[in-house]
């Protein structure tokens, strides 16, 4: 096992295109999380799935933003119409259903750029 | 609300102790993480309290006041490797997501 893993690592994009990202967290972790990263600043939460199901939302995540993670494995997050404020970095993050800690294991995440 | 704070930069020479401090105020608690976080990369958990106390791990050890709400992390003969921002991440609730801090950027000098 590889770790989570992100595609792509770079995104360039113009204002008002819409882009998806992909996030293929480590096998057999049910809880996968979305942070965006801005530079200086830590990670903010997005959004959370358990299996398939979307469980919570942060009011960071516009109309323009959806998530899914259509068969409880890899997820997807597409931001639609970007901004030049959608610039920053989107980790992904997963962790297994049991565990001691429970913690969260990164990806290395998609930095966009918005022009 | 959720709040956490962290200093924003920290400076110390390879070889010596430094300590990176973090006040926490949360919905709720249920767990508090350290991650590292090199430019660039993903973060990496170094330590997680979830009751008071120090743990240690090899030359890093974490400390938890729930009390208090404040936690420390202390890393014990810095090498130039350990040059990273160091994030302090509160879990609310367990299973769910983290609350990060701003991070604190630590330059560990020759």
């Known amino acids: 096992d590889t770790g989570v893993s992100q595609d792509p690592r770079h995104k360039i994009t113009k204002r008002g295109q819409n882009v998806t990202f992909r996030c293929d967290p480590i096998?057999?972790?049910?809880?996968l999380y979305w942070y965006r990263q801005t530079l200086g600043q830590g990670p903010e939460f997005l959004t959370y799935f358990q299996n398939e199901a979307q469980l919570e939302k942060s009011r960071l995540l516009s109309d323009r933003f959806s998530a899914e993670r259509p068969k409880g494995s890899f997820s997807t997050l597409e931001i639609q119409r970007t901004e030049q404020g959608d610039s920053a970095m989107y980790l992904c993050a997963s962790s297994p259903g049991v565990s001691s800690y429970n913690e969260q294991f990164f990806g290395p995440g998609t930095r966009l750029t918005v022009l | 609300g959720q709040n956490i704070d962290q200093p924003t930069e920290m400076t110390a020479t390879e070889g010596a102790i430094v300590q990176i401090n973090c006040t926490y105020q949360t919905s709720g608690f249920n767990g508090l993480f350290w991650y590292q976080q090199h430019a660039g990369e993903a973060p990496t958990f170094l330590s997680y309290n979830v009751l008071d106390g120090l743990e240690e791990k090899g030359r890093f050890s974490s400390f938890l006041s729930r009390s208090k709400g404040y936690s420390y992390l202390l890393l014990k003969e810095l090498q130039m490797k350990d040059s990273a921002s160091y994030l302090c991440a509160v879990r609310p609730v367990y299973g769910q997501n983290f609350v990060f801090g701003p991070g604190t950027r630590l330059s560990v000098l020759p």
């Open positions: 096998s057999e972790h049910n809880r």
